[in-house]
C-alpha cells in the first residue's frame, strides 16, 4: 500500500523561526500536495508540484515555499514562522493522468507557532 | 461563494437509519468528483469517486448531477463505524487542484 510519511507528527516552533516539513511517499508518484486543515475553513492548497523541481502556487501560498530535489520528496518551508500559521499540515501524493486517481494523504503535521 | 458547499452538520442519526449529504460545486468545468472521509484527528481518506452515472459500493451510493452541479452520498443501514466526516472533492478539468469542502459530520447513535 502507498505509504506517506511526514516527519513529525507534533511541532513547536517560535515566531520568526524558519520551518521545514518534510514529506516522503513510496510510490514513485508524480504528483505531491501541501494542504492545510482549519476548523470551518476545510483542506486549502498551499503549493503542489507535479514533477521534479516543478511547483505550482495553490490558494494561500503566501508565507510559505517549497522545495523539490527528488520524486519522493516534498518539503514545505515556512520561511518566517508566524502565530496565523499555527495550523494542521498535510501532505498528499497522487498518480498523474491515472484513471482511478486517489489522493494519498500522510498522517499530518500538527504546528503550533508561539 | 465558495467552490465547494457543503452542510457542516452534525448529522445525527441512528443506527440502521439511511442518510444523504449534498455538496455544490461553483465551477461548471469541475471534471472529477469524489467522497472522501476523515476520521477525527486522521488524514482523509477516499471514499468513493463519484460518476456521471452514479456508482454504489456496498452500502454507500454516489450520484452526480452536472445540470444543477451538486454531487451526493448516500448511506443505507448507517453503522456506528460510520460516524466521520464527509468531505467533497473536486477537480477542474485540466489541472492537478483538487478542491475540498468543510465537510459534513455524521454521528450515528446506538
Redesign the interface.
Known sequence: DVKVTQSSRYLVKRTGEKVFLECVQDMDHE?M?W?RQDP??????IY?S?DVKMK?K?DIPEGYSVSREKKERFSLILESASTNQTSMY?CAS?V?GSP????F????TQLSVL | RKEVEQDPGPFNVPEGATVAFNCTYSNSASQSFFWYRQDCRKEPKLLMSVYSSGNEDGRFTAQLNRASQYISLLIRDSKLSDSATYLCVVRGEGTYKYIFGTGTRLKVLA
Not at chain 1, 40 to 45: E, I, M, Q, S, T
Not at chain 1, 105 to 108: E, L
Open positions: 504528483n500536495f494542504y470551518g475553513l476545510g483542506l486549502r492548497l503542489f507535479y505550482e495553490g498535510l497522487s498523474r482511478n486517481e486517489k489522493l494523504f500522510g498522517s499530518g
